[in-house]
Every structure is written in C-alpha cells, then in structure tokens.
C-alpha cells in the first residue's frame, strides 16, 4: 500500500500552487503586457505570492476570483497593503464584500 507523508503531500501542494501562479503570470503577459515588461517572471511570481496566499482570508476564494485579483496586481505593479488606511485596503477588509464583488470594488477605486 502507497502511503503519502505530509511531507510528500505539502511538496505536491507548493507545486501546484507555483504552477498556478506561474499560469497567471503567462496569462498577464499575454493580456497585459506593458504592465510586465520590465519584469522578469520571478519578480511578478514574487509579487503574487504574498497576496494571493492572504487572499482566502479576505474572502476571495474561487480559482477565478484568486486569477482575477492576481492580474489586478500585476497590472497595478504592486501588492495591496490589507493593514493600511487607503481605498484599496478598505475594500479589502469589507467583510459584507466577497469574491466577484469585491474584485468589482477593487477594480473601481484602482481606476480612481
């Protein structure tokens, strides 16, 4: 019988977590390529890390909502501050605000 060790396990997890991220960074190289030029794909890959490993907590869960908020920050050309005062932090930490909507909200005060 095969036995897998948590060990083994969390390795297959990081794994797919990696190709996950390194998907979006194909992805916004493709539709947005002037927010990626200057960076080599380890620096965007960097980028996303932090963020998109918080962003369950901030109630952005599906595979889809999690690419969306990627490419926001690749195209902002940087990682939100959740602890911070500004418009983007505020809609981060909207607990009535989830997925879809608050990839809306984040997108309107972006543009602003």
């Known amino acids: ?22 998907d979006i960074v194909v992805r916004a190289r493709a539709e947005l390529p002037e927010s990626c030029i200057d960076r080599s794909d380890e620096e965007l890959l960097a980028l996303l890390r932090a963020p998109l490993r918080q962003a369950a907590a901030q109630g952005i869960i599906l595979t889809a909502d999690v690419t969306r908020y990627g490419l926001w920050i690749l ?31 984040l997108e309107r005060v972006g543009a602003a």
């Open 75 to 105: 195209r902002r050309g940087q990682a939100p501050n959740p602890g911070g005062d500004d418009p983007v932090s505020r809609v981060l930490n909207d607990p009535h605000l989830m997925g879809t909507a608050k990839l809306d909200a």
């Open 1 to 22: 019988m095969l036995t897998i060790r948590r060990e083994q396990m969390r390795v297959f997890q990081d794994h797919l977590w990696e190709s996950f991220l390194a």
